[in-house]
């Protein structure tokens, strides 16, 4: 069974949750808000993508941080650190299935590997 990571509120995590379900794949999800992310879970999907790729500098919480915060960042150590701090900067939705994980929503993508 699949694995979705993320926060429920997010347009991006609504769009690929209603993806899985008009495609009738059986998913579980995990609230970064109610549930966190612990290292370990951060540490194996960095054995699948670089640390930089699940840090959201996209978004508005790092756009918030201080600059002098935003230079600290600067292996997976320190970003791990900052997204167990800090969940909405983990770039989502990150679903896990048999090959390994996607992040964010790419229906081209969810057709080749999760159909």
């Known amino acids: 069974m699949l694995h979705v990571y993320g ?3 997010c347009n991006t995590v609504k769009k690929a949750l209603t993806w899985l379900k008009d495609n009738n794949v059986p998913f579980e999800f995990h609230d970064f808000k109610k549930e966190g992310v612990s290292e ?11 640390w930089e790729a ?17 230079n600290q960042v600067v292996d997976s150590v320190s ?17 896990e299935y048999n090959k390994g994980i996607i992040l964010g929503f790419n229906e081209a993508e969810y057709v080749t590997n999760l159909k």
Do not use: Y
């Open 40 to 50: 370990n879970k951060l540490k194996e999907w960095e054995t699948h993508v670089d």
């Open 79 to 95: 970003a791990n650190k900052l997204l167990q701090e800090n969940t909405s900067m983990i770039k989502r939705p990150i679903v």
């Open 54 to 70: 699940l840090v959201n500098k996209k978004g508005t919480t790092w756009k918030k941080l201080s600059q002098e915060t935003q």
């Open 7 to 9: 926060i429920k509120n």
